[in-house]
């Protein structure tokens, strides 16, 4: 079936450093979105990145569609960048986004 | 510009009862796709509705099902209730379409299945 991975499964930092976290899909991925989910549940929508590269501050993402990948970069990390972080895509014209198992980003002060 | 909203945000059943989840979507948002969170299985798409029509459903029982409103406001029934039921329930929404547009939740509702 659909295959989402995503690395690491964990991250524990200190504030202040920078991570890169990754995500590999089992085949061409359409419409490749990533998540943060805070300690409460809520799902916050970090970037709708089907191809190409954005950034929002802190963050920024790059999406290799036609090789299956995409990258979370966060810099100068703090405290409230801890949770999970997900990736979520279409696949093969599947009309249903398929998430990755996360990553759980700790950042410690 | 409020949310997506969802009610109740915790609940707790008993096994052999139904449920109904209520998500009232972003204002002008006419997608409303719903997913089930659990520590086991992950994020999983349970299904989608667009202009008050099931547009697209994922792998689960006939246990599961959901409408949608003239308003765009959805709500998801689970009936039968097993343990396995218990999970974070999460709605989200969008303009359109639940797959190629940016997609924004809800906080979710907490169902605990005794």
């Known amino acids: 079936g659909i295959q989402v991975e995503q690395s690491p499964p964990d991250l524990i930092l200190q504030e202040g450093a920078n991570s890169t976290l990754r995500c590999n899909f089992s085949?061409?991925?359409?419409?490749l979105q990533w998540f943060h989910q805070n300690p409460w549940g809520q799902l916050i929508n970090l970037f709708y990145?089907?191809?190409g590269t954005k950034q929002n501050g802190r963050l920024s993402a790059t999406t290799v569609a036609t090789e299956r990948y995409s990258l979370l970069y966060i810099s100068s990390s703090q405290t409230t960048d801890s949770g999970v972080y997900f990736c979520?895509?279409?696949?093969?014209?599947?009309?249903?986004?398929?998430f990755g198992q996360g990553t759980r980003l700790t950042i410690n002060p | 510009k409020a949310g997506v909203t969802q009610t109740p945000r915790y609940l707790i059943k008993t096994r052999g009862q139904q449920v109904t989840l209520s998500c009232s979507p972003i204002s002008g948002h006419r997608s409303v796709s719903w997913y089930q969170q659990t520590p086991g299985q992950g994020l999983q798409f349970l299904f989608e509705y667009f202009s008050e029509t099931q547009r697209n459903k994922g792998n689960f029982p006939g246990r599961f099902s959901g409408r949608q409103f003239s308003n765009s406001r959805s709500e998801m029934n689970v009936s039968t209730l097993e343990l396995g039921d218990s999970a974070l329930y999460l709605c989200?929404?969008?303009?359109?379409?639940?797959?190629?547009?940016?997609?924004?939740f809800g906080s979710g509702t907490q169902l605990s299945v005794l």
């Open positions: 085949d061409s991925v359409n419409n």
């Open positions: 989200a929404s969008s303009w359109s379409s639940a797959t190629n547009e940016k997609l924004f």
């Open positions: 990145i089907p191809s």
């Open positions: 979520a895509g279409t696949i093969q014209g599947a009309q249903k986004l398929v």
